[in-house]
Protein backbone atom coordinates (compact mmCIF):
# COMPACT_ATOMS: atom_id res chain seq x y z
CA UNK A 1 0.00 0.00 0.00
CA UNK A 2 1.57 3.29 -0.66
CA UNK A 3 1.79 6.40 0.97
CA UNK A 4 -0.98 8.32 -0.58
CA UNK A 5 -3.59 5.15 -0.24
CA UNK A 6 -2.53 5.20 3.70
CA UNK A 7 -3.06 8.70 4.09
CA UNK A 8 -6.52 8.35 2.49
CA UNK A 9 -7.46 5.36 4.38
CA UNK A 10 -6.69 7.56 7.46
CA UNK A 11 -8.76 10.21 6.56
CA UNK A 12 -11.20 8.12 6.01
CA UNK A 13 -11.35 6.81 9.21
CA UNK A 14 -10.87 9.69 11.32
CA UNK A 15 -13.97 11.47 9.73
CA UNK A 16 -15.96 8.88 10.57
CA UNK A 17 -14.72 8.62 13.99
CA UNK A 18 -15.87 12.18 13.90
CA UNK A 19 -19.23 11.58 12.54
CA UNK A 20 -19.42 8.99 15.34
CA UNK A 21 -18.58 11.05 18.15
CA UNK A 22 -21.08 13.72 16.59
CA UNK A 23 -23.92 11.32 16.56
CA UNK A 24 -23.21 9.99 20.47
CA UNK A 25 -23.59 14.02 21.30
CA UNK A 26 -26.91 14.72 19.66
CA UNK A 27 -28.47 11.16 20.24
CA UNK A 28 -26.75 10.45 23.60
CA UNK A 29 -25.21 13.30 25.51
CA UNK A 30 -27.68 16.12 24.58
CA UNK A 31 -30.48 13.82 23.38
CA UNK A 32 -33.36 15.55 26.21
CA UNK A 33 -32.34 18.67 24.82
CA UNK A 34 -33.05 18.14 21.07
CA UNK A 35 -35.89 16.22 22.13
CA UNK A 36 -37.51 19.11 23.54
CA UNK A 37 -36.46 21.65 20.94
CA UNK A 38 -37.86 18.72 18.47
CA UNK A 39 -41.16 18.63 20.27
CA UNK A 40 -41.33 22.29 20.24
CA UNK A 41 -41.19 22.53 16.44
CA UNK A 42 -43.45 20.02 16.24
CA UNK A 43 -46.25 20.97 18.46
CA UNK A 44 -47.57 24.79 17.69
CA UNK A 45 -49.79 26.49 20.12
CA UNK A 46 -52.23 29.29 18.96
CA UNK A 47 -54.63 31.51 21.09
CA UNK A 48 -58.14 32.06 19.84
CA UNK A 49 -59.50 35.74 21.29
CA UNK A 50 -62.85 35.32 23.66
CA UNK A 51 -66.50 36.66 22.13
CA UNK A 52 -66.62 40.09 24.20
CA UNK A 53 -69.28 40.69 27.02
CA UNK A 54 -72.19 42.70 24.88
CA UNK A 55 -73.00 46.11 26.71
CA UNK A 56 -76.55 47.21 27.31
CA UNK A 57 -77.80 50.11 28.04
CA UNK A 58 -80.41 50.65 31.40
CA UNK A 59 -83.40 48.59 29.81
CA UNK A 60 -81.74 45.86 28.42
CA UNK A 61 -81.38 47.58 24.68
CA UNK A 62 -77.92 46.13 23.59
CA UNK A 63 -75.73 49.48 22.77
CA UNK A 64 -72.68 46.98 21.83
CA UNK A 65 -72.87 43.20 20.16
CA UNK A 66 -71.57 40.26 18.68
CA UNK A 67 -72.48 39.41 15.29
CA UNK A 68 -71.32 36.54 13.09
CA UNK A 69 -69.28 37.10 9.89
CA UNK A 70 -67.44 35.41 7.52
CA UNK A 71 -63.47 36.28 6.57
CA UNK A 72 -61.05 34.69 4.03
CA UNK A 73 -57.51 33.90 4.77
CA UNK A 74 -54.66 31.67 3.24
CA UNK A 75 -52.42 29.58 4.89
CA UNK A 76 -49.09 31.14 5.04
CA UNK A 77 -47.38 28.65 3.26
CA UNK A 78 -49.54 29.18 0.04
CA UNK A 79 -49.36 32.74 0.04
CA UNK A 80 -46.65 32.49 -2.84
CA UNK A 81 -48.52 29.56 -4.76
CA UNK A 82 -52.58 30.61 -4.87
CA UNK A 83 -54.19 31.68 -7.90
CA UNK A 84 -54.26 35.15 -7.54
CA UNK A 85 -56.31 35.54 -10.67
CA UNK A 86 -59.29 33.28 -9.24
CA UNK A 87 -59.33 35.12 -6.14
CA UNK A 88 -59.15 39.04 -7.95
CA UNK A 89 -62.51 38.00 -9.64
CA UNK A 90 -64.57 36.31 -7.41
CA UNK A 91 -63.52 38.95 -4.31
CA UNK A 92 -63.25 42.09 -6.43
CA UNK A 93 -60.04 43.24 -5.01
CA UNK A 94 -56.95 43.66 -8.21
CA UNK A 95 -54.45 41.29 -7.99
CA UNK A 96 -51.74 43.97 -7.03
CA UNK A 97 -53.77 44.63 -3.56
CA UNK A 98 -53.90 40.59 -3.37
CA UNK A 99 -50.03 40.19 -3.75
CA UNK A 100 -49.43 43.04 -1.45
CA UNK A 101 -51.95 41.56 0.88
CA UNK A 102 -50.12 37.94 1.03
CA UNK A 103 -46.52 39.37 1.30
CA UNK A 104 -47.36 40.54 4.20
CA UNK A 105 -45.64 38.78 6.99
CA UNK A 106 -48.18 37.74 10.31
CA UNK A 107 -47.44 37.26 13.92
CA UNK A 108 -46.32 33.56 13.22
CA UNK A 109 -45.87 31.47 10.27
CA UNK A 110 -48.15 29.27 11.84
CA UNK A 111 -51.05 32.24 11.30
CA UNK A 112 -52.99 32.57 7.89
CA UNK A 113 -52.93 35.49 6.21
CA UNK A 114 -56.36 37.53 6.50
CA UNK A 115 -57.46 38.52 2.78
CA UNK A 116 -60.70 40.23 3.30
CA UNK A 117 -63.32 40.47 6.13
CA UNK A 118 -67.43 40.63 5.89
CA UNK A 119 -67.46 38.05 3.00
CA UNK A 120 -71.21 38.35 1.38
CA UNK A 121 -72.91 34.81 0.98
CA UNK A 122 -72.30 35.04 -2.52
CA UNK A 123 -68.43 34.86 -2.00
CA UNK A 124 -68.18 32.35 0.30
CA UNK A 125 -70.41 30.28 -1.79
CA UNK A 126 -68.01 31.23 -4.90
CA UNK A 127 -64.69 30.64 -3.10
CA UNK A 128 -66.42 27.16 -1.34
CA UNK A 129 -67.10 25.69 -5.05
CA UNK A 130 -63.68 26.65 -6.19
CA UNK A 131 -61.66 25.10 -3.41
CA UNK A 132 -59.95 22.65 -5.23
CA UNK A 133 -58.26 25.37 -7.23
CA UNK A 134 -57.54 27.73 -4.44
CA UNK A 135 -55.40 25.42 -1.73
CA UNK A 136 -54.96 26.91 1.30
CA UNK A 137 -57.73 29.20 1.13
CA UNK A 138 -59.47 29.14 4.70
CA UNK A 139 -63.41 30.73 5.06
CA UNK A 140 -63.45 31.40 9.06
CA UNK A 141 -66.30 32.10 10.99
CA UNK A 142 -66.04 34.89 13.15
CA UNK A 143 -67.82 36.96 16.00
CA UNK A 144 -67.33 40.72 15.52
CA UNK A 145 -68.30 44.07 17.07
CA UNK A 146 -70.94 45.59 16.21
CA UNK A 147 -72.40 49.08 17.41
CA UNK A 148 -76.22 49.50 16.45
CA UNK A 149 -75.76 53.33 16.96
CA UNK A 150 -72.63 53.55 15.20
CA UNK A 151 -70.81 57.72 15.84
CA UNK A 152 -73.69 58.23 18.37
CA UNK A 153 -72.40 55.85 20.77
CA UNK A 154 -68.48 56.71 19.88
CA UNK A 155 -66.90 58.12 22.24
CA UNK A 156 -69.50 57.03 25.27
CA UNK A 157 -68.51 53.15 23.87
CA UNK A 158 -65.48 53.73 22.56
CA UNK A 159 -63.61 51.11 20.09
CA UNK A 160 -61.33 48.37 19.36
CA UNK A 161 -57.38 48.67 18.17
CA UNK A 162 -54.29 46.22 18.40
CA UNK A 163 -53.02 46.23 21.83
CA UNK A 164 -49.81 49.39 21.77
CA UNK A 165 -46.25 49.50 22.59
CA UNK A 166 -47.63 51.09 26.10
CA UNK A 167 -50.55 48.47 26.94
CA UNK A 168 -47.74 45.28 26.57
CA UNK A 169 -46.07 46.83 29.21
CA UNK A 170 -49.10 46.81 31.79
CA UNK A 171 -49.71 43.93 33.55
CA UNK A 172 -53.00 43.59 32.31
CA UNK A 173 -52.11 42.92 28.74
CA UNK A 174 -48.88 40.54 29.56
CA UNK A 175 -49.42 37.43 27.65
CA UNK A 176 -51.96 38.30 24.77
CA UNK A 177 -50.63 38.31 21.38
CA UNK A 178 -50.09 41.57 19.75
CA UNK A 179 -53.19 40.84 17.00
CA UNK A 180 -55.67 40.69 19.30
CA UNK A 181 -58.03 43.51 19.87
CA UNK A 182 -58.69 45.29 22.96
CA UNK A 183 -60.58 48.48 24.13
CA UNK A 184 -58.64 51.41 23.16
CA UNK A 185 -61.03 54.16 24.62
CA UNK A 186 -64.36 54.75 26.49
CA UNK A 187 -66.35 51.82 28.03
CA UNK A 188 -64.31 49.33 25.50
CA UNK A 189 -61.14 50.15 27.69
CA UNK A 190 -62.14 50.99 31.07
CA UNK A 191 -64.04 47.52 31.58
CA UNK A 192 -61.78 45.93 29.00
CA UNK A 193 -60.96 43.12 31.47
CA UNK A 194 -63.82 41.99 32.29
CA UNK A 195 -65.64 42.24 28.59
CA UNK A 196 -62.16 40.19 26.82
CA UNK A 197 -63.10 37.13 28.61
CA UNK A 198 -61.01 34.47 28.79
CA UNK A 199 -58.84 33.11 25.56
CA UNK A 200 -58.66 29.79 24.39
CA UNK A 201 -55.99 27.61 22.71
CA UNK A 202 -55.90 25.12 19.51
CA UNK A 203 -52.36 22.71 20.11
CA UNK A 204 -51.68 21.24 16.25
CA UNK A 205 -49.00 19.18 15.16
CA UNK A 206 -47.17 20.72 11.92
CA UNK A 207 -44.82 18.99 9.38
CA UNK A 208 -41.37 20.35 9.19
CA UNK A 209 -42.28 23.48 6.73
CA UNK A 210 -44.85 24.42 9.43
CA UNK A 211 -47.76 23.03 7.45
CA UNK A 212 -50.65 22.19 9.97
CA UNK A 213 -50.92 18.40 9.81
CA UNK A 214 -53.64 17.49 12.68
CA UNK A 215 -54.77 19.32 15.59
CA UNK A 216 -54.53 17.73 18.76
CA UNK A 217 -55.80 19.81 21.61
CA UNK A 218 -58.65 22.51 21.81
CA UNK A 219 -59.42 24.40 24.66
CA UNK A 220 -62.52 26.83 24.26
CA UNK A 221 -62.30 30.80 25.11
CA UNK A 222 -64.42 32.04 27.95
CA UNK A 223 -66.56 34.65 26.85
CA UNK A 224 -66.60 37.88 28.44
CA UNK A 225 -69.13 39.18 31.07
CA UNK A 226 -71.85 41.24 30.06
CA UNK A 227 -72.22 45.47 31.30
CA UNK A 228 -75.33 46.91 31.85
CA UNK A 229 -75.16 50.61 31.77
CA UNK A 230 -77.18 53.55 33.09
CA UNK A 231 -77.39 55.14 30.16
CA UNK A 232 -81.03 55.32 28.25
CA UNK A 233 -80.39 54.20 24.42
CA UNK A 234 -83.63 56.72 23.02
CA UNK A 235 -82.03 59.74 24.81
CA UNK A 236 -78.35 59.11 23.35
CA UNK A 237 -79.59 58.62 20.08
CA UNK A 238 -82.09 61.87 19.88
CA UNK A 239 -79.28 63.91 21.58
CA UNK A 240 -76.97 62.67 18.25
CA UNK A 241 -79.68 62.87 16.08
CA UNK A 242 -80.07 66.83 17.15
CA UNK A 243 -76.18 67.55 17.26
CA UNK A 244 -74.84 65.39 14.89
CA UNK A 245 -74.49 68.15 12.24
CA UNK A 246 -72.09 70.41 14.98
CA UNK A 247 -69.33 70.49 17.08
CA UNK A 248 -71.08 70.26 20.86
CA UNK A 249 -71.06 68.04 23.83
CA UNK A 250 -74.25 66.87 25.46
CA UNK A 251 -74.37 65.24 28.96
CA UNK A 252 -77.54 64.29 30.94
CA UNK A 253 -77.76 62.77 34.57
CA UNK A 254 -80.21 61.70 36.77
CA UNK A 255 -79.72 64.65 39.95
CA UNK A 256 -80.86 62.10 42.93
CA UNK A 257 -78.38 59.38 41.94
CA UNK A 258 -75.58 60.72 39.49
CA UNK A 259 -76.51 57.80 37.03
CA UNK A 260 -75.35 59.06 33.42
CA UNK A 261 -78.43 59.13 31.04
CA UNK A 262 -76.76 60.27 27.85
CA UNK A 263 -73.14 61.19 26.96
CA UNK A 264 -72.66 62.41 23.28
CA UNK A 265 -69.76 64.49 21.71
CA UNK A 266 -69.66 65.79 17.81
CA UNK A 267 -68.24 65.20 15.62
CA UNK A 268 -67.84 61.59 15.99
CA UNK A 269 -66.15 58.33 14.52
CA UNK A 270 -67.93 55.61 13.06
CA UNK A 271 -66.25 52.45 15.48
CA UNK A 272 -67.72 50.20 12.93
CA UNK A 273 -65.04 50.79 10.86
CA UNK A 274 -62.53 50.28 13.76
CA UNK A 275 -63.77 46.40 14.47
CA UNK A 276 -60.83 44.61 12.39
CA UNK A 277 -58.59 47.03 12.60
CA UNK A 278 -59.40 50.84 11.04
CA UNK A 279 -58.35 52.09 7.59
CA UNK A 280 -55.07 54.01 7.36
CA UNK A 281 -57.07 56.64 4.72
CA UNK A 282 -60.21 57.01 7.15
CA UNK A 283 -57.81 57.14 10.29
CA UNK A 284 -56.06 60.08 8.61
CA UNK A 285 -59.06 62.00 7.74
CA UNK A 286 -59.99 61.67 11.78
CA UNK A 287 -56.80 62.96 12.95
CA UNK A 288 -56.75 65.60 10.55
CA UNK A 289 -59.94 66.91 10.72
CA UNK A 290 -59.73 70.43 12.31
CA UNK A 291 -62.87 70.21 14.37
CA UNK A 292 -60.88 67.02 16.01
CA UNK A 293 -63.53 64.20 16.69
CA UNK A 294 -61.63 61.51 18.28
CA UNK A 295 -61.71 64.27 21.29
CA UNK A 296 -65.01 63.40 23.95
CA UNK A 297 -66.23 66.99 24.58
CA UNK A 298 -67.81 65.70 27.30
CA UNK A 299 -65.11 64.93 29.67
CA UNK A 300 -62.01 66.65 27.74
CA UNK A 301 -63.40 69.71 26.35
CA UNK A 302 -62.10 72.63 28.34
CA UNK A 303 -64.24 76.26 28.18
CA UNK A 304 -65.55 78.96 30.49
CA UNK A 305 -68.87 78.26 31.86
CA UNK A 306 -70.43 81.55 30.37
CA UNK A 307 -73.23 82.87 32.25
CA UNK A 308 -73.96 79.22 34.03
CA UNK A 309 -71.51 80.57 36.27
CA UNK A 310 -74.03 83.02 37.96
CA UNK A 311 -75.56 80.45 39.20
CA UNK A 312 -72.05 79.44 41.50
CA UNK A 313 -72.28 83.15 42.38
CA UNK A 314 -75.83 83.38 43.45
CA UNK A 315 -75.42 80.67 45.59
CA UNK A 316 -72.31 82.02 46.86
CA UNK A 317 -74.06 85.34 47.76
CA UNK A 318 -77.44 83.84 49.06
CA UNK A 319 -75.22 81.57 51.37
CA UNK A 320 -72.86 83.60 52.70
CA UNK A 321 -75.87 86.12 53.56
CA UNK A 322 -74.47 89.19 51.59
CA UNK A 323 -77.67 89.59 49.47
CA UNK A 324 -81.25 89.74 49.78
CA UNK A 325 -83.06 87.88 46.72
CA UNK A 326 -86.20 90.51 46.93
CA UNK A 327 -83.81 93.69 47.10
CA UNK A 328 -82.71 95.80 44.02
CA UNK A 329 -79.14 94.93 44.42
CA UNK A 330 -77.87 97.51 40.72
CA UNK A 331 -78.73 99.80 38.33
CA UNK A 332 -77.91 98.32 35.47
CA UNK A 333 -77.40 101.34 32.87
CA UNK A 334 -75.55 98.68 29.95
CA UNK A 335 -71.79 99.94 31.53
CA UNK A 336 -69.70 99.90 34.95
CA UNK A 337 -66.48 102.05 35.25
CA UNK A 338 -63.52 101.79 37.59
CA UNK A 339 -60.63 103.34 36.70
CA UNK A 340 -59.08 103.54 33.45
CA UNK A 341 -61.37 99.99 33.02
CA UNK A 342 -65.37 99.68 31.82
CA UNK A 343 -67.42 96.65 31.97
CA UNK A 344 -70.30 96.21 29.60
CA UNK A 345 -73.21 94.44 30.13
CA UNK A 346 -74.07 92.13 27.51
CA UNK A 347 -77.46 93.81 26.92
CA UNK A 348 -76.48 97.80 26.19
CA UNK A 349 -79.02 99.81 26.62
CA UNK A 350 -78.86 97.62 30.10
CA UNK A 351 -81.47 96.21 32.50
CA UNK A 352 -82.51 99.17 34.91
CA UNK A 353 -82.90 97.77 38.43
CA UNK A 354 -82.40 94.36 39.41
CA UNK A 355 -82.96 91.95 41.77
CA UNK A 356 -81.45 88.43 42.11
CA UNK A 357 -84.64 86.76 39.98
CA UNK A 358 -84.28 89.17 37.26
CA UNK A 359 -80.69 88.71 37.33
CA UNK A 360 -80.55 84.97 36.82
CA UNK A 361 -83.90 84.92 34.27
CA UNK A 362 -82.05 88.38 32.28
CA UNK A 363 -78.51 87.02 32.34
CA UNK A 364 -77.74 90.79 33.91
CA UNK A 365 -73.43 90.70 33.80
CA UNK A 366 -73.87 94.13 35.78
CA UNK A 367 -75.59 92.67 38.84
CA UNK A 368 -73.16 89.95 39.13
CA UNK A 369 -70.30 92.52 38.56
CA UNK A 370 -71.23 93.92 42.06
CA UNK A 371 -72.10 90.87 43.75
CA UNK A 372 -68.80 89.21 42.70
CA UNK A 373 -66.97 92.43 44.29
CA UNK A 374 -69.22 91.89 47.49
CA UNK A 375 -68.49 88.62 47.64
CA UNK A 376 -64.45 88.79 46.49
CA UNK A 377 -62.61 85.84 44.73
CA UNK A 378 -62.03 84.12 48.05
CA UNK A 379 -65.52 82.94 48.67
CA UNK A 380 -66.26 82.42 44.84
CA UNK A 381 -63.41 80.44 44.54
CA UNK A 382 -64.66 78.53 47.66
CA UNK A 383 -68.09 77.86 46.52
CA UNK A 384 -67.03 77.19 42.73
CA UNK A 385 -65.10 74.14 44.23
CA UNK A 386 -67.39 73.29 46.71
CA UNK A 387 -69.90 72.74 43.59
CA UNK A 388 -67.61 70.39 41.88
CA UNK A 389 -65.93 73.00 39.34
CA UNK A 390 -62.38 72.47 39.17
CA UNK A 391 -61.71 68.78 39.57
CA UNK A 392 -62.45 65.44 37.94
CA UNK A 393 -65.94 64.20 38.75
CA UNK A 394 -64.41 60.79 39.02
CA UNK A 395 -66.41 58.97 36.28
CA UNK A 396 -63.61 58.49 33.89
CA UNK A 397 -59.47 58.63 34.67
CA UNK A 398 -59.25 60.79 31.23
CA UNK A 399 -61.69 63.19 32.19
CA UNK A 400 -60.08 66.76 32.35
CA UNK A 401 -60.28 68.86 35.56
CA UNK A 402 -60.82 71.87 34.40
CA UNK A 403 -59.74 75.19 36.35
CA UNK A 404 -61.12 77.65 38.99
CA UNK A 405 -58.38 80.34 39.59
CA UNK A 406 -57.60 82.37 42.49
CA UNK A 407 -54.94 84.79 43.79
CA UNK A 408 -52.51 82.26 44.30
CA UNK A 409 -53.20 80.21 40.98
CA UNK A 410 -52.34 83.69 38.89
CA UNK A 411 -49.61 84.73 40.87
CA UNK A 412 -47.82 81.27 40.53
CA UNK A 413 -49.11 80.80 36.72
CA UNK A 414 -48.79 84.40 35.57
CA UNK A 415 -46.55 85.96 38.06
CA UNK A 416 -49.40 88.52 38.47
CA UNK A 417 -51.16 90.18 41.17
CA UNK A 418 -55.15 89.45 41.23
CA UNK A 419 -57.33 92.39 39.63
CA UNK A 420 -60.58 94.03 40.69
CA UNK A 421 -61.52 93.12 36.74
CA UNK A 422 -60.41 89.01 37.11
CA UNK A 423 -63.20 88.96 39.59
CA UNK A 424 -65.36 90.69 37.78
CA UNK A 425 -64.44 88.12 34.83
CA UNK A 426 -65.09 85.49 37.08
CA UNK A 427 -68.48 86.17 38.56
CA UNK A 428 -70.23 85.98 35.02
CA UNK A 429 -68.49 82.90 33.79
CA UNK A 430 -65.17 84.32 31.82
CA UNK A 431 -62.05 85.05 32.22
CA UNK A 432 -59.36 81.99 33.32
CA UNK A 433 -62.14 79.66 34.19
CA UNK A 434 -62.65 76.39 32.67
CA UNK A 435 -64.65 74.03 33.23
CA UNK A 436 -66.13 70.77 31.22
CA UNK A 437 -69.92 69.98 30.44
CA UNK A 438 -70.20 67.14 33.16
CA UNK A 439 -69.02 69.64 35.58
CA UNK A 440 -72.06 71.88 34.66
CA UNK A 441 -74.64 69.10 34.52
CA UNK A 442 -73.19 67.97 38.15
CA UNK A 443 -73.92 71.56 39.32
CA UNK A 444 -77.63 71.50 37.94
CA UNK A 445 -77.66 68.58 39.67
CA UNK A 446 -76.39 69.72 42.61
CA UNK A 447 -79.06 72.98 42.78
CA UNK A 448 -82.31 70.98 42.03
CA UNK A 449 -82.14 68.43 44.25
CA UNK A 450 -81.23 70.02 47.41
CA UNK A 451 -77.62 70.63 47.71
CA UNK A 452 -76.06 66.99 47.18
CA UNK A 453 -73.28 66.45 45.07
CA UNK A 454 -73.41 63.27 43.70
CA UNK A 455 -70.80 61.57 41.75
CA UNK A 456 -71.64 60.99 38.35
CA UNK A 457 -71.47 57.11 37.47
CA UNK A 458 -72.14 54.94 34.20
CA UNK A 459 -72.43 50.85 35.47
CA UNK A 460 -75.82 50.03 36.88
CA UNK A 461 -76.19 49.24 40.16
CA UNK A 462 -73.62 50.89 41.20
CA UNK A 463 -74.36 51.98 45.36
CA UNK A 464 -74.23 56.38 44.45
CA UNK A 465 -72.00 58.43 46.16
CA UNK A 466 -73.15 61.47 47.53
CA UNK A 467 -71.95 64.60 49.30
CA UNK A 468 -74.46 66.77 51.04
CA UNK A 469 -73.30 70.64 50.72
CA UNK A 470 -75.07 71.55 53.66
CA UNK A 471 -76.94 74.59 51.83
CA UNK A 472 -79.72 76.09 52.73
CA UNK A 473 -82.38 74.85 50.62
CA UNK A 474 -84.58 78.03 50.71
CA UNK A 475 -82.09 79.23 48.78
CA UNK A 476 -81.76 76.81 46.28
CA UNK A 477 -85.37 76.98 45.87
CA UNK A 478 -85.09 80.46 44.90
CA UNK A 479 -82.44 79.59 42.18
CA UNK A 480 -84.58 76.86 40.95
CA UNK A 481 -87.27 78.99 40.76
CA UNK A 482 -85.24 81.57 38.62
CA UNK A 483 -84.21 78.83 36.09
CA UNK A 484 -87.78 77.68 35.51
CA UNK A 485 -88.44 81.41 34.92
CA UNK A 486 -85.60 81.76 32.33
CA UNK A 487 -87.74 79.18 29.83
CA UNK A 488 -90.93 79.89 30.86
CA UNK A 489 -91.31 83.92 31.37
CA UNK A 490 -91.27 86.26 28.65
CA UNK A 491 -88.22 88.57 29.47
CA UNK A 492 -86.26 84.94 30.09
CA UNK A 493 -82.91 84.43 27.80
CA UNK A 494 -84.10 81.12 26.94
CA UNK A 495 -88.09 81.96 26.35
CA UNK A 496 -88.06 80.93 22.66
CA UNK A 497 -86.81 77.30 23.64
CA UNK A 498 -89.86 76.47 25.78
CA UNK A 499 -91.33 73.43 24.82
CA UNK A 500 -95.37 72.45 24.73
CA UNK A 501 -94.56 69.08 25.35
CA UNK A 502 -92.33 68.88 28.80
CA UNK A 503 -92.06 72.08 30.65
CA UNK A 504 -87.90 72.51 31.67
CA UNK A 505 -85.69 75.21 32.94
CA UNK A 506 -82.06 76.40 33.01
CA UNK A 507 -79.63 79.11 32.54
CA UNK A 508 -77.84 80.42 29.25
CA UNK A 509 -74.38 80.95 28.54
CA UNK A 510 -72.82 82.44 26.21
CA UNK A 511 -69.05 82.50 26.13
CA UNK A 512 -67.08 84.80 24.31
CA UNK A 513 -64.23 83.86 22.00
CA UNK A 514 -62.59 86.98 20.71
CA UNK A 515 -62.88 90.29 21.34
CA UNK A 516 -66.00 91.92 19.92
CA UNK A 517 -64.48 94.33 17.20
CA UNK A 518 -62.79 91.58 15.93
CA UNK A 519 -65.64 89.06 15.45
CA UNK A 520 -67.83 91.81 13.90
CA UNK A 521 -64.62 92.35 11.49
CA UNK A 522 -64.10 88.82 10.41
CA UNK A 523 -67.44 87.28 10.82
CA UNK A 524 -65.49 84.06 10.59
CA UNK A 525 -67.14 81.04 12.17
CA UNK A 526 -63.99 80.30 14.33
CA UNK A 527 -64.88 83.62 16.01
CA UNK A 528 -68.57 83.22 16.86
CA UNK A 529 -69.08 82.52 20.53
CA UNK A 530 -69.79 79.81 22.13
CA UNK A 531 -73.65 78.48 23.24
CA UNK A 532 -74.35 77.06 26.77
CA UNK A 533 -77.35 75.99 28.11
CA UNK A 534 -77.52 73.63 31.32
CA UNK A 535 -80.79 72.96 33.40
CA UNK A 536 -83.30 70.22 34.46
CA UNK A 537 -87.09 68.58 33.91
CA UNK A 538 -89.54 68.07 34.25
CA UNK A 539 -90.22 71.30 36.76
CA UNK A 540 -92.06 69.90 39.67
CA UNK A 541 -89.79 67.08 40.08
CA UNK A 542 -86.99 67.01 37.94
CA UNK A 543 -85.92 63.40 36.41
CA UNK A 544 -82.75 64.48 34.38
CA UNK A 545 -80.20 67.11 35.15
CA UNK A 546 -78.34 68.57 31.91
CA UNK A 547 -75.23 70.61 29.99
CA UNK A 548 -74.73 71.66 26.52
CA UNK A 549 -72.49 73.54 24.54
CA UNK A 550 -72.31 74.52 21.23
CA UNK A 551 -68.95 75.41 20.14
CA UNK A 552 -69.11 78.86 18.13
CA UNK A 553 -72.75 78.15 17.72
CA UNK A 554 -73.74 82.02 18.91
CA UNK A 555 -76.18 82.82 21.77
CA UNK A 556 -76.69 80.26 24.63
CA UNK A 557 -80.63 81.20 24.15
CA UNK A 558 -80.81 81.22 20.78
CA UNK A 559 -78.72 78.26 19.86
CA UNK A 560 -78.06 75.96 22.90
CA UNK A 561 -81.63 75.70 25.00
CA UNK A 562 -83.41 75.38 20.90
CA UNK A 563 -80.95 72.12 20.63
CA UNK A 564 -82.46 70.97 24.16
CA UNK A 565 -85.48 71.38 23.52
CA UNK A 566 -85.12 69.32 20.13
CA UNK A 567 -83.42 66.65 22.05
CA UNK A 568 -86.33 66.47 25.30
CA UNK A 569 -89.32 66.45 22.63
CA UNK A 570 -87.39 64.18 20.51
CA UNK A 571 -87.18 61.75 23.43
CA UNK A 572 -90.39 62.18 24.51
CA UNK A 573 -92.06 60.99 21.38
CA UNK A 574 -89.97 57.95 20.48
CA UNK A 575 -91.28 57.20 24.11
CA UNK A 576 -94.57 57.68 23.47
CA UNK A 577 -94.35 55.70 20.32
CA UNK A 578 -93.20 52.58 22.06
CA UNK A 579 -95.61 52.76 24.47
CA UNK A 580 -98.36 52.62 21.93
CA UNK A 581 -96.52 49.90 20.20
CA UNK A 582 -96.02 48.04 23.29
CA UNK A 583 -99.75 48.18 24.29
Known amino acids: MSLKERIFLISIVFIFILILLRLWQLQILNSEKYKKLSEQNRVKIIKTQAPRGIIYDRNGIPLVENVTSFSLSVSAEYAEKIDVEILSKILNISVEELRKKLSKKTESIYLPIKIKENLSFKEVVMLEARKSQLPGIIIEINMKRYYPLGAATAHLLGYLGKITEEQFKKPDYQNIPSYFMVGQSGIEKFFDIQLRGI ?22 PFKGEDIYLT ?8 AYEALKDLTAAFVAIKPDTGEILAMVSTPAFDPNRFVEGVEDDYWRELINNPEKPMINRTIQGLYPPGSI ?86 LFSDEKSGLVPNEEWKKNTKNLPWYLGDTFNTAIGQGF ?97 HAWFAGFAPLDKPEIAFAIIVEHGGGGGAVAAPKVREILERYIIKKRELYVKDR
Open 199 to 220: FGEKVIEVDALGREIRLLREIQ
Open 309 to 394: FKIVTAVAGLEEGVINPEKILVNCSGEISFGKWSFGCWRKEGHGAVDLKRALVESCDIYFYELGKILGIKNIYRYAKLLGLGSQTG
Open 231 to 238: IDYFLQQA
Open 433 to 529: LRVTPLQMSVLIATVVNGGVRITPYIVKDQQPKKLNLNLNSENLEIIKKALAAVVNEPNGTAWTARSNLIKFGGKTGTVQVVSKKIKEKYKRKAFEH
